[in-house]
């Protein structure tokens, strides 16, 4: 019943943008606090934003604060990632994520998609 599904991804030059989407099923957005992860190759799951239930709190990585934006749209129960600026930094598979509490940490979330891949080179 609870399903997460992430789109959006792709190929891009440095300097381009990229709005990422995870449409939720099963259950109604507004029931919980909605991150955005990354992986990288060879690299440790990072936390790059949240945003609270309510929508009273977000946060961004340093890496990315300034350049990309976490949204909702709860009459398409869909959470959104915009990614401006890309460098080839951002490359990495992007989950979308659900939980109880607006953390960092991955082992706080409940339900996670599948993963979109976005890589940014010229």
């Known amino acids: 019943q609870v399903h997460l599904v992430e789109s959006g991804g792709g190929l891009v030059q440095p300097g381009d943008s990229l709005r990422l989407s995870c449409a939720a099923s099963g259950f109604s957005l507004d029931w919980f606090n909605i991150g955005w992860f990354r992986q990288a190759p060879g690299k440790e799951r990072e936390g790059v934003s949240y945003i609270s239930r309510d929508d009273e709190k977000t946060y961004y990585a340093d890496s990315v604060k300034g350049r990309f934006t976490i949204s909702r749209d709860n009459a398409k129960n869909t959470v959104y990632l915009q990614m401006n600026s890309l460098k080839p930094e951002d490359t990495a598979v992007y989950y979308c994520?659900?939980?109880?509490?607006?953390?960092?940490?991955?082992?706080?979330?409940?339900?996670w998609g599948q993963g979109t891949q976005v890589t940014v080179s010229s």
């Open positions: 994520t659900a939980g109880q509490v607006t953390t960092t940490q991955a082992e706080y979330y409940n339900y």
